[in-house]
Every structure is written in C-alpha cells, then in structure tokens.
C-alpha cells in the first residue's frame, strides 16, 4: 500500500503544504516499497477521515496527478478510492494502473452509513472505457462495516465469483489493519478454487507465511509504517522485514 495524505477538501488535508506535498510524501514511500522488492504498489487515499461513499472531483483530479507522477513502471500498480468504485476506475484508467480494489458487491450497514455498491455498472463502465485489462478486486468483507444478510463468506465469495465476475477475491478483518481470520480466508478460497483470493487486511511480516500457506497473495499496509501505525510513514526496515519473511514463504 502507498497511502497518500489527506486529499484537498478532507479534514485532514494539508492546506500549507498543497498538492505537491502530497505527491512528495507518496513518491517517497513508494521508492522505499519498489527497493524492498514488493511485486506491485496499491495507492489509496487512506487519510481521507472520515470516508464517505462518492468521490469529489479535486480528489479524483488529485489523485490521478499522484499515480501518475510517482508510479513505478517497472511493476503493476493499482487504484483504490475509498469508497468510490467508480472513481478508482476513473483514476485507473486514465494512469495505466493495472487493477483496483473497492468493494463492489453486497449492501452493508457502515460508518459511512447504509452501503449498496453496483458491480454490475462499475463493469459496463469499464467496458465502454475500453478497460478490460484494469482487472477488479472485490473485497467481500469490507472494513468498517457489517453485511445486510445472512449469507456465510464460502457461499458470497462463491457468488462474487461467478455472478459478479470479480478478478480476486479479497478478504479482510473488520478494520485496517486488523486480520481476517485464516478460517475465512480458507473458507473463500474453498469456494473460489478458480479465482485468485488474497487476504486484505491485518497481514505482518509475523504472519504472513500463515495467510501466504491459503492465500493467493496478500495486501499489506499498516505492518509496513512506523510503530505499525495505519497512518504513519513507511518505515524502510519493517518493509524490508516484511519482504524477507515473504521470499522465506516462497521457498526463497
């Protein structure tokens, strides 16, 4: 994950500093995550507290200018807009991102309040941009909310699959940096033998051999900063870490 700072019209966002602060802070992060020899980059605006359901346009606009400045190009990188799936696509297609990660499917009760996402528009829109190669990453059990339903993760991310045509499934713990558990994880990956599943959320270099043994790959971002803060700067020491207990995993 390359987190950029709060965006321009977020709480958060660093007025003094501007844009170009923005773009610094992720370019940094990013030099560090591409020396530690992470096999792809996922940027997203993970400062925007709080997060609500539809992007703004100086957001979108500032983002792509980030993923378009600092992206590696020796490596695929991704897109996710929390929580605008519409928009991720928007920023991906227009920067030559090879994926991005939303939340796609389902309806959820969430901090951002009731939560109906639309798979089925997110993939007509990509196919009248002439996106097909931005592949899809559906997280079936976002953070910071609870499914309407009753349906177990086997049974959705079985449904994701076939029915919602997702790229990946991903699986998460109920918030940034929290673990799913590997049973749900298993269980996911049970279902959906076909289609890769990673695990979203919660992943440390202390574990990660565990969700690597089920999993298809993983998503890591608050194991990689300082003290293992969400927001916080990446710390090149834990990312170095992370790297050396993955290629460990993999036999090397």
């Given at each position: ?135 899809v990453f559906m997280n079936v059990t976002p953070e910071f909310a609870s499914s309407v339903g009753s349906r177990d ?86 990312a170095g870490r992370f790297m050396a207990e993955v290629r460990e995993a993999r036999g090397g």
């Amino acid at each position: 994950m390359a987190h950029l700072p709060a965006l321009p019209g977020t709480p958060l966002y660093d007025e003094e500093g501007g844009p170009d602060a923005i773009v610094e802070s992720v370019r940094r992060e990013v030099e560090i995550l591409t020396r530690s020899g992470f096999d792809a980059v996922l940027f997203c605006n993970e400062n925007d507290r709080p997060y609500q359901l539809s992007a703004t346009l100086e957001g979108v606009a500032t983002m792509a200018r980030v993923v378009t400045e600092v992206a590696p190009r020796d490596r695929p990188f991704g897109v996710d807009y929390l929580w605008d799936a519409q928009a991720a696509l928007s920023v991906a297609a227009a920067t030559g991102a090879s994926f991005i990660r939303e939340v796609a499917t389902g309806v959820y009760e969430s901090d951002m309040g009731l939560w109906a996402p639309d798979a089925a528009t997110l993939l007509r829109r990509r196919r009248s941009l002439h996106a097909q190669h931005v592949r899809v990453f559906m997280n079936v059990t976002p953070e910071f909310a609870s499914s309407v339903g009753s349906r177990d993760i086997a049974t959705t991310a079985r449904s994701v699959s076939v029915s919602s045509l997702a790229d990946a499934i991903l699986v998460s713990g109920p918030m940034a940096g929290a673990e799913p558990s590997l049973e749900a994880l298993r269980a996911a990956k049970s279902a959906c033998p076909d289609t890769p599943v990673f695990a979203n959320t919660g992943v440390k270099s202390t574990n990660v051999s565990d969700f690597l043994s089920i999993a298809d790959g993983v998503i890591v971002g608050s194991d990689l900063k300082v003290d293992g803060g969400t927001w916080n700067p990446v710390d090149p020491e834990r990312a170095g870490r992370f790297m050396a207990e993955v290629r460990e995993a993999r036999g090397g």
